[in-house]
T-cell receptor, first 115, second 111 residues
């Protein structure tokens, strides 16, 4: 069974440019998470979806970040415009709705470098 | 002060050693305690989780939670070079909510 798939794996952009990350969760997983992991730190939740609904986006910087999960499957996270401080690894995770978040499965992440 | 503090490391041990990884936390409302392993340039993978206080064992790994001291530990017995990774502790209030992660401890097991 395929795990959580993220693309691209790496992205280098200039500041003020837009960037988008894509996530395909494990088949049948209704809950999807986007995390940001800064170098030397643990992941921090940006947004959590239950199917198409964003149920927790309190940590998402809404002035420049947006996310969508059309049809309750794939998800896209966008930054516009990117800032130097956005350089980090963006992780997507998923699990079954109602299942413990403790059993979420992570993708390999997208490593963003803003120059 | 962060809600979850993790011994920063890095930690380097010889193969076969017993490894102890530790986290402290400040919020007594945490009920679920997790340990993740993260290899370089990979996403975290769940090793174990524990509900409330007590011990849980899985092969060479043992997780301990002491809620009275707000302290959790992960022990690795007979450590192997393949255990070399960053270990993240994480905690949550419920089993379906947001997890708060520590910053990780990088472990190197030398052959």
């Amino acid at each position: 069974e395929a795990g959580v798939v993220q693309s691209p794996r790496y992205k280098i952009i200039e500041k003020k440019q837009p960037v988008a990350f894509w996530c395909n969760p494990i088949s049948g997983h209704n809950t999807l998470y986007w995390y940001r992991q800064n170098l030397g730190q643990g992941p921090e939740l940006l947004i959590r979806y239950e199917n198409e609904e964003a149920v927790d986006d309190s940590q998402l910087p809404k002035d420049r970040f947006s996310a969508e999960r059309l049809k309750g499957v794939d998800s896209t996270l966008k930054i516009q415009p990117a800032e130097l401080g956005d350089s980090a690894v963006y992780l997507c995770a998923s699990n079954s709705m109602g299942g413990p978040e403790t059993e979420a499965f992570f993708g390999q992440g997208t490593r963003l470098t803003v120059v | 002060q962060k809600e979850v503090e993790q011994d920063p490391g890095p930690l380097s041990v010889p193969e076969g050693a017993i490894v102890s990884l530790n986290c402290t936390y400040s919020n007594s409302a945490f009920q679920y305690f997790m340990w993740y392993r993260q290899y370089s340039r990979k996403g975290p993978e769940l090793l174990m989780y524990t509900y409330s206080s007590g011990n849980k064992e899985d092969g060479r790994f043992t997780a301990q939670v002491d809620k009275s001291s707000k302290y959790i530990s992960l022990f690795i017995r007979d450590s192997q070079p393949s255990d070399s990774a960053t270990y993240l502790c994480a905690m949550s209030y419920t089993n379906a909510g947001k997890s708060t992660f520590g910053d990780g401890t990088t472990l190197t097991v030398k052959p």
